[in-house]
Every structure is written in structure tokens, then in C-alpha cells.
């Protein structure tokens, strides 16, 4: 996974960046002075704060209903499958947090389907920003867009989200077009084009429908509001092939004594083909109302990433635009949070929770899936190799077919640790499913293959969570991953994904 675009392991290359830039400016030739304030993405010090208007969260304003069917997808397990933690499930989705509006609109950008196909995502005043985006070379217009606003400033106030168009592999113009969406954001919030960030998803190679789109702008604008119903219509609008929309919002108390302050985490993600780690065809948009530093919170996101949407896999492939979005409003007050500190550790939990749950809801929600897969994995010589060996065996497309042939193949799985690139001896190695221990010291057991794969029957016929736990010596590194089945339907959707 690459960091935030500031981040010394994560920064774009000169070549992206020349190429944001150029982009930039050639867009900004008789598009207007919002595009021609995008083609030099000024710092935040340089910038005139932005405050977006409160006059569009009076529900009487709204002409669009959250709860029509254009804005309805079922929901994730994704409190199911939030980590156990210091802190309570609360609703609202990315709107729970202080300081937070959103809306989504069907502005005709899919190729079928009346589903809403576009979102926004806005802070009521510039809040800390950070970034996770692709490693993929050919990164979405996008995603080079973003890069570049958070490489020059520490805050943001809007995400735009498209679904339909990837606007990946899309050249200068589609560079152009990302400028456009965002100038255009830009003057119906009446805020500065640096201040708006992007995101898309749907097939590479096409640019975004960009009438569309810019009529749609103006409607989300003036639609923006602080409802749970809001924030579940933008997680439905950001959806491709997912069958199910993932949100999920939680609340916790940071510090302790007189200063303790309660304070929220929402998020929102897609995704559910195009996943392996370095990210996966996903997007995602975090908000919090902590009042944070911004070196703090980019870490956070940075490390929260590494051990959510970077553990998981469905079917091996890393997308073009892989994004996920992280603000932090300050509006629930207090002293800002560093790091390093008991609050800044407190946050970060919470953080890694939320992704966790949306990344496992992906990974459940994979194309064809029948069953969420977790792998854990002990005995390592660190947690960054035990991380490495459960993302090997989760995204072997052998142990993938296996589960989903109910077969307890314990070889592959054992076959899948080995290759992973983590010395170990293999005298060591202890490998279960579910509670049938299947090797024991490098030595396969006498188990009941009936009773094995009857667990891994029973597991996927209500879509449930096959638990893989192997041990591979006596190190002190534990990691976990995530992924899913690999089935007939997989490979169906993605024969006809064009067609």
C-alpha cells in the first residue's frame, strides 16, 4: 500500500506529479478561475479558510429522499465483523462524527441500473487530511490528483466519489476531467478546488461521464446533510459489483480523568472484486470529530491501512484506483491529540477498528463469495511476517477453491505458508481449520475428513467465517488476514464485466 502522498515511503514520482501538474494547468485553459486555482495547488497557509455553508442542512431544502430505492443496497455485517474494543457502535456512518455532511444522487454515470451512482462527502470547515492510495504504476487520474493536493496541504474539505467510469488509464484528459470535477465541487460549496478530493471506481479505461457529472454537482451540493440516512445512501452510491454497502460509525472516550472526551470514528468503504493488498479495488472515506495533529493522523491512517485494507484479498489482483480517505474535524473539541500519547494510541485503535470492519465486509462481500476466509497466523518472527504468511495463504486461488469445494486440504494451505518468502521450520508448523487440528510439528494428523469438510459446508451455506490457524514456531509475531472463496459466479462476473 502506498502512504499518504507526503509520506517519505509513498510519494508520487516525479513523473506522476509532472503529470498532475501539467494536466492541471492545461485544464485550467478556458475552464474558469476555479480550474485555473487548481493548476497551482497552493498550501494551506496560502489559502483563504473555507467554510461550507449550513444552509444545506435544513431538511426542508432536500428534494432528494435518502430512503428511496435508488439509494438502498442491504448492509454489510460490518458490525459483526467490527474488532471487539473500548468503544460502542453508534449510527450515522461517515455522518456520526461531528462536522460532517453527505449526499448522493443517480446522475445516469452507470451503464444500467437506476442505482444513485455518485456521492459527497463534506466537513463543515477544512479538516486534517490524510491518504492511502494504489501501488499500481498505472494509477487513476484521480488518484495523482490527490497526491498532489495532500502533498501540498494538511487539509481538505470534500470528497466527490464517482461510480460507473474508474477514469484509469485515461491520459491528460482524463486528468482534466478530475480537475473539472473538482473546480466544479469547488464553486458549489464555495471553497478553494484545493480543498476537494476525488475518488472513482468502475471500468478502467473509461473517463468519466462528465455532463453527467457536472450537472449532479450542484445537486449534491444543495442536498448535503448530517443524517444516517445520508451517510447509508452515499456507502450504496460508491458501490460497483458489491451486493451489500459497508458503513459503519462507533464512539469512544480518548484520555482519561478531567480531560477524557468522548469522540467518534464513521466510515464508509467499496469493494468487492479487484482485491489484494497494495490495496484492492476499494474505496474508502474515514471521518472523525478528534482534534488531531496532522503528522498523527496520517500515521494513524497510514498504519490503520497496513493492517486492514492491506490484509485482505479476494482474487489477486490490485487495482488502479484504490483510495481511502481520511478527515478529521476537530469538532469535538479539546486539546489537539499528538503523537505518541495515551489518546493518539486510544484513536488509533478505533481507526484500525472501523477499517478493519469495513476491509473484512469487502473481503466477506467478495465477487461469488459464499464465505468470509480468516487467516491467523502465531509463531512468526514478526508481526509484519506473520502478516506476510496469512496474506500468502489467503490469496492462494487453490486454498480459495478448496474451501469452496468443502475440502480440507490442508496441503495447500501448508504449501501456501511455505511460499510465502518467511523462514520457518517446517517441523514447526501447526495448521487447523475451524476446530479440526489438521497438522501437528510438520506431522499431518488421523482427522475426520468428513467432519472437516462438513465444518466448511456448514460455514458457507449461511455465508459465514472459515478460520484457518496456523503456527509456524515459537516467534512472538501474530498477523491476520482476510479473504474469501473462489467460485463458478466469480468467474462469471468477471467473463461478462464489459459485456
Known amino acids: 500500500m502506498e502512504t499518504e502522498a507526503n509520506d517519505a515511503g509513498g510519494a508520487p514520482s516525479a513523473a506522476a506529479t509532472a503529470a498532475a501538474a501539467a494536466a492541471a494547468a492545461a485544464a485550467a485553459k478556458g475552464r474558469g478561475s476555479h480550474a485555473r486555482r487548481v493548476s497551482a495547488i497552493r498550501p494551506a497557509h496560502c489559502r483563504a479558510p473555507a467554510v461550507v455553508t449550513r444552509a444545506s442542512t435544513d431538511p426542508a431544502a432536500a428534494a432528494l429522499d435518502f430512503e428511496d430505492a435508488v439509494f438502498t443496497l442491504p448492509d454489510a455485517p460490518v458490525k459483526a465483523l467490527l474488532p471487539a474494543g473500548a468503544w460502542t457502535v453508534v449510527e450515522g456512518g461517515v455522518c ?109 479505461g473509461k473517463r468519466i461521464k462528465m455532463p453527467e457529472l457536472l450537472r449532479a454537482i450542484p445537486t449534491l451540493a444543495t442536498n448535503l446533510v448530517s443524517s444516517g440516512a445520508a451517510a447509508a445512501a452515499a456507502a450504496t452510491a460508491i458501490c460497483t459489483t458489491d451486493l451489500v454497502r459497508k458503513s459503519i460509525a462507533i464512539e469512544l472516550t480518548v484520555g482519561s480523568g478531567p480531560e477524557a472526551r468522548q469522540v467518534r470514528v464513521g466510515g464508509m468503504g467499496k469493494g468487492s472484486g479487484m482485491i489484494h493488498p497494495n490495496m484492492a479495488t476499494m474505496l474508502g472515506v474515514i471521518t472523525c470529530d478528534a482534534p488531531v495533529t496532522p503528522a498523527a493522523w496520517r500515521g494513524m491512517l497510514r498504519r490503520a491501512a497496513s493492517n486492514s485494507f492491506n490484509q485482505i484479498s479476494v482474487d ?28 493518539a494510541a486510544q484513536l488509533e485503535a478505533a481507526v484500525t477498528a472501523v477499517c478493519t470492519g469495513i476491509a ?49 486440504n490442508w496441503g495447500r494451505l501448508a504449501c501456501a505458508a511455505g511460499y510465502a518468502g518467511v523462514p520457518f521450520e517446517q517441523e514447526a508448523l501447526r495448521i487447523a481449520m475451524g476446530p479440526h487440528v489438521l497438522m501437528e510439528d510438520g506431522q499431518p494428523l488421523d482427522y475426520d475428513a468428513t467432519a472437516a469438510s462438513m465444518y466448511l459446508k456448514d460455514t458457507t451455506a449461511v455465508h459465514g467465517t472459515v ?33
Open 467 to 499: 478460520v484457518v490457524d496456523v503456527r509456524v514456531g515459537p516467534g512472538e509475531g501474530g498477523g491476520t488476514a482476510w479473504g474469501c472463496d473462489l467460485t463458478y459466479d466469480y468467474v462469471k462476473i468477471n467473463a461478462e464485466y464489459t459485456t
Open 96 to 204: 456520526a462524527p461531528k462536522g460532517f455532511k453527505a449526499a448522493a444522487f443517480n446522475a445516469g454515470l452507470r451503464a444500467t441500473g437506476t442505482r444513485a451512482d455518485c456521492a459527497l462527502v463534506v466537513a463543515d470547515k477544512p479538516a486534517v487530511a490524510a491518504g492511502v492510495f494504489t501501488l499500481n504504476r498505472v494509477a487513476a487520474a484521480p488518484v495523482m490528483y490527490c497526491r498532489t493536493a495532500l502533498e501540498a496541504s494538511d487539509t481538505a474539505v470534500a470528497v466527490l466519489i464517482n461510480a460507473g467510469q474508474a477514469n484509469a488509464a485515461t491520459g491528460t484528459l482524463g486528468m482534466e476531467d478530475s480537475v473539472a470535477s473538482a473546480a466544479a465541487v469547488a464553486a458549489a460549496l464555495g471553497v478553494d478546488p484545493a480543498d476537494v478530493l476525488l475518488e472513482s471506481t468502475g471500468v478502467i
Open 316 to 343: 489477486g489482483d490490485t487495482s488502479t484506483n484504490d483510495t481511502v480517505i481520511g478527515l478529521a474535524s476537530g469538532a469535538a473539541g479539546g486539546e489537539e491529540i499528538v503523537e505518541g500519547s495515551e489518546e
Open 360 to 408: 473484512k465486509s469487502i473481503a466477506w462481500d467478495g465477487e461469488g463469495a459464499t464465505c468470509l476466509i480468516e487467516v491467523n497466523v502465531e509463531g512468526a518472527p514478526s508481526a509484519a511476517e506473520a502478516r506476510l504468511i496469512a496474506r500468502t495463504i489467503v490469496s492462494s486461488s487453490l486454498v480459495k477453491s478448496a474451501v469452496f469445494g468443502h475440502d480440507p
